[in-house]
């Protein structure tokens, strides 16, 4: 875990020292592993594990169709959530439908 705290050394810095020293980054959600993964991956020896918690755009959709409202929102976070998980080395997920979901965009 990368702790940050006010009046220490920037993330970025922080986050440049400890990178070579690490096998695994396991990284939660898409805009923290659209953040942290591009500067994780400077170093290729670093394994990078994307955990999506639950597919954000699964639940987004649902909520929308219950509400009535466009598909922009979920279309975007499936959009975000793919990539992630294109890009990770592995991607974990928290139960077999969303593992066969996955699966089967991936295919």
């Known amino acids: 875990m990368l702790y ?3 009046g220490g050394r920037p993330w970025r810095q922080a986050l440049d020292e400890v990178t070579p020293l690490l ?5 939660c959600r898409p805009e923290l ?3 942290y993964a591009p500067l994780v991956k400077r170093n290729p020896a670093t394994k990078v594990l994307y955990d999506t918690i639950d597919l954000h755009f699964v639940r987004t959709r649902r909520e929308a169709e219950l509400q009535g409202d466009s598909d922009e929102k979920w279309r975007e976070y499936e959009r975000r959530e793919l990539a992630a998980g294109r890009d990770a080395h592995a991607t974990i997920v928290v139960s077999g439908t969303e593992r066969e979901l996955l699966e089967n965009e991936y295919a």
């Open 33 to 35: 592993y659209e953040k």
């Open 23 to 27: 096998d695994y980054v396991w990284i």
């Open 4 to 6: 940050h705290t006010q």
